[in-house]
Nanobody, 128 residues
Framework: QVQFVESGGGLVQPGGSLRLSCAAS????????IGWFRQAPGKEREGVSC????????TLADSVKGRFTISSDNSKNTVYLQMNSLKPEDTAVYYC?????????????????????WGQGTQVTVAE
């Protein structure tokens, strides 16, 4: 049984940082591309970042480039999302998810229609 368990969310002030973790079980990081997407109330789901199982290359949404970094630790079967310089518009539930069939990240990153597995999500709130 595949499980992704996210942690690390919380309340942070604008300009602050958080690091999200996604611990995978029943799934190894070299199976398929894996990463993060987010959903804010009243907004479309947005693919945030992806890391390829094939070569470790990464993608980032334009909205987070220069602020977020994705990484993975295969020995711990865990994926991370380091989020710096957080803005109120980053407020959302962040989900860890895998591609359903590809080892390399797609050009558009993770999108809802291409997902295989995903977790329950962790809330990130950026506010004073």
């Amino acid at each position: 049984q595949v499980q992704f368990v996210e942690s690390g969310g919380g309340l942070v002030q604008p300009g602050g940082s958080l690091r999200l973790s996604c611990a995978a079980s029943g799934f190894f990081l070299d199976y398929y591309a894996i990463g993060w997407f987010r959903q804010a109330p009243g907004k479309e789901r947005e693919g945030v970042s992806c890391i390829s199982a094939s070569d470790g290359s990464t993608t980032l949404a334009d909205s987070v480039k220069g602020r977020f970094t994705i990484s993975s630790d295969n020995s711990k079967n865990t994926v991370y999302l380091q989020m710096n310089s957080l803005k109120p518009e980053d407020t959302a539930v962040y989900y860890c998810a895998s591609d359903r069939e590809r080892r390399a990240c797609r050009s558009g990153g993770l999108t809802w229609g291409t997902l295989g597995y995903w977790g329950q999500g962790t809330q990130v709130t950026v506010a004073e």
